[in-house]
């Protein structure tokens, strides 16, 4: 009984069996599939890992280089800033080289102008010395014609007295007087000393009023020798004290006397020459010549010739030396001619 049951199960079970073959099939086929498709996944799981790791590996280096890289770069940036500083220092010394090099141009610029300066002052100093000097030898010279015409009437006055001198019985005497009223020696005498004066007045600043006085009065009596027919006058109002203590140009009287006598009329038994020197106001000196003329056409002749040379290189001395001084020539009437300076002597 139980065998015939089992029987009747067997085709049951082999039923079950053979619907269950399909599926197992399937089902491994499926396994088969998804196991191909596991290896094949792992397979390509495998190369990407590999690129992965091999992209890894070089990421890893790369990162390494990078990191050697960024030290250098560190290195690189610590000496950059090292040198942007030293750069910087570099810079502030130039900038103050500059300004020692600008600062010291800039002085020897300024010494080069002064020593300019100083050098113009020393040209102008020079050549208004120059100028002094050249202004002062045209007023402190005598004239040529003078010296000439004192020396020949002194020659003429010994040819004179040779011919005048005679003896009898062994005994000498003069035949005639003569009628210098100068000695011929004494003259010759004046002359050495007012050349001597004139020279030695080049190299003196000042003289006493007395030591000029002495010496103009040494050129009257050569005009006196020279125009025994002139009335020479000199009238000084200074007192000896004034006299010794007043100091002033050398030779600054001398032009007037000179004017005189070289554009004056001296021949006539009318003609004069007047001199006054007196203290004026405010402490001033005033020398004062009058003299006589031909006419007035010929004033205005001598007044010209003596403007040229006399009185103009006087006004020359004056405004060298005596800038505040007033000078003044002119023709007054009745032929006479005035030439008159006013200074402040200190």
Known sequence: MQYQNNNIQAPEYLLFIEKAIP???????????????????????????????AKLD?????????????????????????????????????????????????????????????????????????????????NTRLGAHFVKNVISQIYEDIEESEINYGSFLGIFYWTNKTKSKLPSLKALKHIFKLLDYNVSALNKNKTSIEEEL???????DLIKFLKPNANVEFKNLLSDNERKQIQIKPTLFFPFVENALKHGSLNKEESFISIELKQAEQNRLSYCLVNSIESMEHCEVSNNKSSQFGLNALQQLLDAYYPNSELEYKTLPNSQYLSQLTISPN
Request: glycine share 0%.
């Open 214 to 220: 002495l010496h103009i009065n040494m050129f009257l």
């Open 58 to 138: 070089s990421n890893q280096l790369a990162f390494s280089n990078y990191d050697a890289q960024i030290n250098q770069l560190e290195s690189l940036k610590e000496n950059l800033s090292t040198k942007q500083t030293e750069i910087l220092q570099l810079h502030d010394e130039l900038d103050n080289y500059k300004k020692k090099f600008y600062n010291t141009l800039n002085k020897k610029d300024k010494e080069i102008e002064v020593q300019k300066e100083t050098i113009n002052h020393q040209k102008n100093a020079y050549e208004r010395y120059i100028n002094y000097k050249t202004v002062e030898a045209n």
């Open 23 to 53: 599926i197992l099939f399937v089902l491994l086929i499926l396994l088969i599939m998804r196991n191909w498709y596991n290896l094949y996944k792992k397979r390509s799981f495998r190369k990407k890992n590999k690129k992965l790791k």
